[in-house]
């Protein structure tokens, strides 16, 4: 299995600044993605962040406002700009198709809790 | 549209209770479907992962089923521990020509008392 880290666990921010949010992998992946999962609701795909190339992002997210890069196949960054109370959320970074894994296979770091007042 | 319906929404059990937490789904075309477990304010782990040709996996007390012809999948849970406590989180798959973004059910809260 994959052994995800992400910095930082938690933040509380104010309004109208950015955070950037690191994932680091311990072995090279196939896919990474970001997540975000509001108080009580269940995972939303934000974007799948693609390797030397623009992120590929979901119905209701924005480059602007959700950047991300990936440098390499074991690291991403996640930026959340601009931020509102309404991006207080648990963000998470989620990997598959590791060295002899599978597709079917898919883990998830330990989130960052972020609070925007 | 893909979607996957998870019931009961919550659930209370006493310590060393069994219990059952149900999972439908349209995912098409079907490729694999996993249960997740969630402690409040971590990251989804994995429990189980099934394919089409497999109807039933364990895990420890966890003993996942898969109906594919009725579309539903149940994760059993045996001798309840307070450490059970968390959300339980059903996701599906589409197969190759599909999307291959999974498609992530609400979950299931449960809450297991001494």
């Known amino acids: 299995s994959a052994v995800i880290s992400q910095k930082p666990s938690r933040d509380i921010c104010q309004r109208g600044t950015s955070l950037t949010i690191q994932c680091q992998v311990d072995?090279?992946?196939?896919?990474m993605f970001w997540y975000r999962q509001q108080p009580g609701q269940s995972l939303t795909l934000i974007a799948t962040a693609n390797q030397g190339s623009e992120a590929t992002y979901e119905s209701g997210f924005v480059i602007d406002k959700f950047p991300i890069s990936r440098p390499n196949l074991t690291f991403s960054t996640l930026t959340v700009s601009n931020m509102s109370p309404e991006d207080s959320s648990i963000y998470l970074c989620?990997?598959?198709?590791?060295?002899?894994?599978?597709?079917?296979?898919?883990?998830f770091g330990p989130g960052t809790r972020l609070t925007v007042l | 549209k893909n979607q996957v319906e998870q019931s009961p929404q919550s659930l209370i059990i006493l310590e060393g209770k069994n219990c059952t937490l149900q999972c439908n789904y349209t995912v098409s075309p079907f490729s694999n479907l996993r249960w997740y477990k969630q402690d409040t304010g971590r990251g989804p782990v994995s429990l189980t992962i099934?394919?089409?040709?497999?109807n039933t996996k364990s895990n420890g007390r966890y003993t996942a089923t898969l109906d594919a012809d009725t579309k539903q999948s149940s994760l059993h849970i045996t001798a309840s521990q307070l450490s059970d406590s968390a959300s339980y989180i059903c996701v599906v798959s589409a197969a190759p020509g599909g999307s291959y973004i999974p498609t992530f059910g609400r979950g299931t809260s449960l809450i297991v008392h001494p």
């Open positions: 072995s090279q992946v196939t896919m």
């Open positions: 989620s990997v598959a198709g590791g060295a002899g894994g599978t597709y079917n296979e898919q883990f």
């Open positions: 099934m394919t089409f040709s497999e």
